[in-house]
Nanobody
Framework: QVQLVESGGGLVQAGGSLRLSCAAS??????MGWFRQAPGKERAFVAA????????NYAQSVKGRFTISRDNAKNTVYLQMSSLKPEDTAVYYC???????????????WGQGTQVTVSS
């Protein structure tokens, strides 16, 4: 089992940047993913990274704007978000899973989420 705690969310203007962090405790030899859920919408895949950091996967909507990374010495995964748009407004969740797949059921452990709001 792994416990996950997200941080770094907040309110930012369109075009701005935020960096989300996900601190993991417990067994941490997992691929890690970020998902988001906007109001009235289903949770959607954002990005994922393998345990080694050598493989990454991004949703088309965030490619070129978001960067996922991890520091295994700190048991922390990051999501650097740049050129933010109002449509990026959502609760962002990190999750631990078997690989960098985009589907939710690949991920067994989830954090509580952190709110990101992008104003226009």
């Amino acid at each position: 089992q792994v416990q996950l705690v997200e941080s770094g969310g907040g309110l930012v203007q369109a075009g701005g940047s935020l960096r989300l962090s996900c601190a993991a405790s417990g067994r941490t030899f997992y691929a890690m993913g970020w998902f988001r859920q906007a109001p009235g919408k289903e949770r959607a895949f954002v990005a994922a990274i393998s345990w080694s950091g050598g493989s990454k996967n991004y949703a088309q909507s965030v490619k070129g704007r978001f960067t996922i990374s991890r520091d295994n010495a700190k048991n922390t995964v990051y999501l650097q978000m740049s050129s933010l748009k109002p449509e990026d407004t959502a609760v962002y969740y990190c999750a631990a899973g078997a690989n960098i797949a985009t589907i939710e059921n690949n991920y067994q452990n989830w954090g509580q989420g952190t709110q990101v709001t992008v104003s226009s």
